[in-house]
């Protein structure tokens, strides 16, 4: 049977229910959104003269639960207008609709009773052959089916999204015995395409494999800590991005989450684990009864492991729990020998022999917990899953761990640590001796650009699932590098196309970025069809090396940044105008100089988590890798008979002098970034096979290099005095500083083609040269270097 998903309803419109309908709604899917209805009119509902009978009021649940949705920062949504793809209702009025649908998305409380009694309703509703399934993340998904038709259950499964669900990855999906296994190939194919999910199925055993492993991962790190004496912030430098995890850490998380939502996770497990070897783990310590009862839950709540307070200058402070007095106490720095040893070693999975082997608090801290999580997850194969790939998937994914615990332990050999691990207590499963046995010394391996797990019950490698039709550079390393430098590899990826890849610190764009592009194009346009600009890392590119560009202004070396301005340049306009297609594959982080890169891709293959944006007004500068030049053209490119040419011209600018940065790639259409003929990868490990088959669609249609643009329409005095008078306005109000009016004026003089006493057509180099006059210009200025010296410092930009 042939199956499309157009049509989706969620039933319960709590945050989770809210959050993946928006998420459908991103994809395209229309979308009912149901939940209860109120028994009792609001204050404000009374005041109007309401009564229960009124539309308004009975779908007052679901409308106030979207509104907040959409209000929420980071947005469910990538374009707010997306919303409109949601229709609202109550469970009383609207359950007949769901005889309509595709799917049918069961996200109500966490009560067997009140999910049954959902089911029995939908049943009365729903059409034969229709995909049912539960967003539980604890119940038994076998028993919520129990009393259900024969189509009900065999097309019926739990498909357990993490919240955010447009931000986390993991879909977990678990069938019951009577699931129809097409059913299942189908959502797992669904949601790795459609949905951009790292698909993983599951056993149905308590809490799954990725809040299994999870919680037990930090309720471990709170055992080690109490053992050694380890505060709350010293922890939270420990478990965080040096050993590939989120900034919020450990304590910080659970804030986020709600201190109430990880004790009942853990309570449940507790409860439900009756033969876990590391049941009491679960047990929650003391304090955090007594953190429940006073009712410090984290953010819900205002404070939890934190607190956010403001000093007595009325600046903001943050304040952390004491836990061996309760009260709090600003947040102290912490500092260990062994992590000092790692700051120089940019690749998470090279950190973990230094911090395994460290002799002070952070090193023994490292070992307790991570050798407790090693043998944990041996363990439960095959409890919760028969192969070791799907716990490392379901970590990444659901936890925002760069790596999962067997690709940890890969990272310092398994067959040198394991004697380590025995002498502290920790000894692992026996199929982990039997695998050594058999010479299989890794858990994972990669033969002929493809990446094998050890199956267990084979005694062998085997390809890892999921993967076919992913081109992963990782994968590609031992025998597909055609050439490389310091800060980029180039990959053959196959059917005479290439790949360039950065590998700079935060994939930045010095000189050794910028002869790649040059050599990669060059070396495409000899012998290749076409050419990738792409990689793997956390971001795209966060654009220029700042440092540089400062070093070189306080020296006064302007004929240097004159330089490297004019190479920046000349590599976007070879880009430009290469005899091969140049298809840029921007994600994650594309600012400045990333940006630039994109704009000037014969096409873009973005993913949809792209944040991009020309950002160099924040440092004090303008875009001069044809960032400016590229808005100008785009804008006169756009202009359509009648309209008012000022008013496209006027976003353009705003765009740059607010250094607006799109938080989505729809969000970059909207703002003239990407245009229509660029495509869009849900799923960010497809990114690079899709930008691969775009760059083929263009060297099949006939490419041919562009001709250089000379009819670029600006507007010249007329143009600028309307920028003048809003920089002045803005200025009088206090809005901007003198040196944001002096910024955009550079912006408005470049997008305007200067000091022309009429529109014109003008030639990209010519607004090239004005570009980079205004760049040289702003380096020479004090308040420039001063923003840029706090970036470079802090992190942050300032104003001045």
Not at 375 to 394: F, G, L, M, S
Not at 689 to 707: F, M, S
């Amino acid at each position: 049977m042939k199956r499309s998903i157009r049509k989706v309803a969620v039933l319960g419109s709590g945050v989770m229910g809210s959050r993946i309908a928006c998420h459908f709604a991103n994809i395209g899917a229309e979308v009912l959104l149901l939940d209860i209805v109120p028994r009792e009119l609001s204050e404000k509902e009374k005041a109007k003269g309401l009564t229960l009978d009124n539309p308004a009021v009975r779908n007052r649940v679901t409308d106030e639960a979207l509104k907040t949705a959409i209000k929420t920062n980071p947005s469910p949504l990538y374009d707010k207008a997306f919303a409109k793809r949601i229709t609202t209702g109550n469970f009383d009025d609207h359950m007949p609709r769901l005889g309509k649908y595709d799917w049918i998305i069961e996200a109500v409380v966490e009560n067997l009773a009140i999910k049954k009694s959902v089911f029995e309703n939908v049943e009365k509703y729903r059409t034969p052959g229709t995909l049912i399934t539960s967003n539980t993340s604890g119940i038994p998904i076998h028993m919520m089916a129990e009393g259900r038709s024969d189509d009900f259950r065999k097309h019926f499964c739990g498909t357990h999204f993490f919240n955010p669900p447009r931000y986390l990855k993991l879909l977990e999906i678990i069938p019951t015995p009577e699931t129809d296994p097409t059913v299942i190939h189908f959502l797992g194919q669904y949601g790795d395409r459609y949905l951009g999910k790292t698909v993983v199925h599951c056993k149905d055993t308590p809490a799954f494999i990725a809040n299994r492993v999870g919680i037990y991962s930090i309720m471990k790190v709170v055992q080690s800590m109490n053992k050694l004496g380890l505060t709350i912030d010293e922890v939270d430098k420990l478990t965080g991005p040096v050993i590939g995890r989120p900034k919020s850490a450990t304590f910080r998380t659970s804030d986020v989450v709600g201190l109430d939502t990880l004790a009942k996770v853990a309570d449940n497990l507790y409860q439900a684990l009756p033969h876990d070897e590391e049941r009491e783990i679960f047990k929650l310590p003391e304090v955090i009864g007594t953190m429940m009862e006073r009712n410090w839950l984290g953010e819900k709540t205002k404070q939890g492991f934190y607190k956010k307070t403001k000093d007595e200058k009325g600046q903001r402070q943050i304040l952390t729990l004491d836990l061996e007095t309760l009260e709090y106490r600003p947040k102290q720095k912490s500092a260990f020998p062994t992590l000092e040893m790692t700051k120089s070693i940019d690749q998470v999975k090279d950190r973990f022999k230094i911090l395994f082997s460290g002799q002070d608090k952070a090193g023994e801290f490292y070992r307790d917990s991570f050798f407790g999580l090693f043998r944990y997850v041996t363990n439960r194969i095959p409890e919760i899953t028969d192969h070791i790939y799907k716990i490392d998937e379901a970590l990444k994914a659901g936890f925002g761990w760069e790596m999962g615990p067997f690709e940890t332990w890969d990272s310092v050999k398994p067959k040198k640590i394991v004697k380590a691990m025995e002498e502290a207590g920790y000894k692992p499963a026996n199929w982990f001796y039997e695998m050594q046995e058999a010479g299989c010394e890794t858990f994972y391996k990669v033969e002929n650009g493809v990446r094998k797990f050890y199956d267990i019950q084979s005694k062998s490698y085997k390809p890892v699932p999921g993967t076919e039709g992913m081109i992963l550079l990782d994968n590609l390393r031992q025998n597909n590098v055609v050439w490389s430098n310091t800060g980029v590899s180039l990959f053959d990826i196959g059917d005479g196309v290439l790949n360039l890849e950065f590998h700079t610190k935060m994939n930045t764009l010095g000189g050794e970025v910028i002869e790649g592009i040059n050599k990669a194009i060059e070396i495409a346009e000899k012998s290749h069809r076409g050419l990738i600009i792409g990689n793997e890392g956390a971001n795209f590119s966060a654009g220029a090396n700042l440092g540089l560009i400062f070093m070189n202004a306080v020296e006064q070396e302007f004929d240097e940044i004159d330089f490297m301005v004019r190479a920046f340049q000349n590599c976007m306009m070879r880009a430009r105008y290469s005899d091969i297609p140049v298809v840029v594959a921007p994600h994650g982080m594309t600012l400045g100089g990333g940006c630039e890169i994109t704009l000037h891709a014969d096409a873009v293959q973005a993913a949809a988590e792209t944040y991009i944006g020309l950002v160099e007004v924040g440092v004090g500068l303008i875009p001069a890798g044809g960032g400016t030049k590229e808005m100008a053209l785009r804008t006169a490119d756009s202009a359509i008979k009648g309209d008012v040419e000022y008013n496209r011209l006027q976003e353009a600018f705003m765009n740059i002098a607010t250094a607006k940065v799109a938080t989505s790639a729809h969000e970059a259409l909207n703002m003239g970034i990407l245009s229509e003929h660029d495509s869009i990868t849900v799923n960010k490990a497809r990114q690079i096979a899709d930008a691969k088959i775009k760059v083929l669609e263009l060297a099949e249609a006939g490419y041919t290099r562009p001709a250089p643009r000379n009819d670029i329409k600006v507007e010249g005095r007329g143009g600028m005095a309307m920028f003048l008078a809003g920089i002045h306005g803005m200025r009088l109000g206090n809005y901007i500083s003198d040196h944001d009016a002096k910024i955009g004026k550079k912006v408005a003089y470049v997008m305007c083609g200067g000091d022309l006493s009429a529109p014109a057509e003008v030639s990209e180099q010519y607004l090239l040269d004005l570009e980079r006059e205004a760049f040289l210009s702003l380096t020479g200025e004090k308040k420039t270097l001063e923003r840029i010296q706090a970036v470079l410092q802090r992190g942050k930009p300032i104003r001045n």
